[in-house]
């Protein structure tokens, strides 16, 4: 039974360029959620999608925007990359927004 | 707004010694779920117990115990006879009943020493 499962494991960018990143959810799972971990420090929300659509959105601008597909996989788009957002992006599925969330083991994105 | 805050940035321990990680959590909702995950080196965080505002009851698992305290508003972890295969970052989170997004701490990291 597979996990959650991210694509890229790491991706290297320079400011200005634009970013996919791609989540196939734990077997069973409906709904996403996305995280964005900075180097010592906690996940923090990004959004999650559920039914294809974007349920709740954390503090982020919309330069991050994302997708859930019929086979809830999803995607995180990330446009006009700056230094900041070097960081882990995670990806968390669960069934419904209620339930124990199962990571991903991240996409490590560094921005040059 | 809500908030967790994990006051121990690093601890380190030597091994078979028990280690107690502090969690404090705000907010003004009554019904609310708190988390603790665990971080390896590897990235993935790994689900270790959720605690329903409602139910304040201790729980044991192993070698690890949580201390859920509404009163103080604290979810402490304990491991008791800690092994180096317990060195990992470990994560409080809290989520509103009904809500959507996971607020986590800054997390704590443990070193345990042969």
């Known amino acids: 039974d597979a996990g959650v499962t991210q694509s890229p494991t790491h991706l290297i960018k320079t400011r200005g360029q634009q970013v996919t990143l791609r989540c196939s959810p734990k077997?069973?799972?409906?709904?996403v959620s996305w995280y964005q971990q900075a180097l010592g420090q906690g996940p923090q929300f990004i959004f999650q999608y559920y039914e294809e659509e974007e349920r709740q959105r954390g503090n982020f601008p919309d330069r991050f925007s994302g997708h859930q597909f019929p086979n809830y996989s999803s995607e995180l788009n990330v446009n006009a990359l700056l230094l900041g957002d070097s960081a882990l992006y995670l990806c968390?599925?669960?069934?419904?927004?209620?339930?124990?969330?199962?990571f991903g083991d991240g996409t490590r994105l560094s921005i040059l | 707004a809500q908030k967790v805050t994990q006051a121990q940035t690093e601890i380190s321990v030597v091994e078979k010694e028990d280690v107690t990680l502090d969690c404090v959590y705000e907010?003004?909702?009554?019904?609310?779920?708190l988390f603790w995950y665990k971080q390896p080196p590897s990235g993935e965080l790994v689900f270790l117990i959720r605690r329903n505002s409602f139910d304040e009851q201790n729980e044991i698992s192993g070698r690890y115990s949580w201390n859920f305290q509404k009163s103080t508003s604290s979810f402490n972890f304990t491991i008791t006879a800690s092994q180096v295969v317990d060195s990992a970052v470990y994560f409080c989170?809290?989520?509103?009943?009904?809500?959507?997004?996971?607020?986590f701490g800054a997390g704590t990291r443990l070193f345990v020493k042969a």
């Open positions: 077997s069973g799972h409906d709904t």
């Open positions: 989170a809290l989520r509103l009943t009904g809500g959507f997004k996971t607020i």
């Open positions: 907010t003004r909702d009554t019904t609310y779920y």
């Open positions: 968390a599925s669960s069934i419904g927004g209620g339930q124990p969330q199962h």
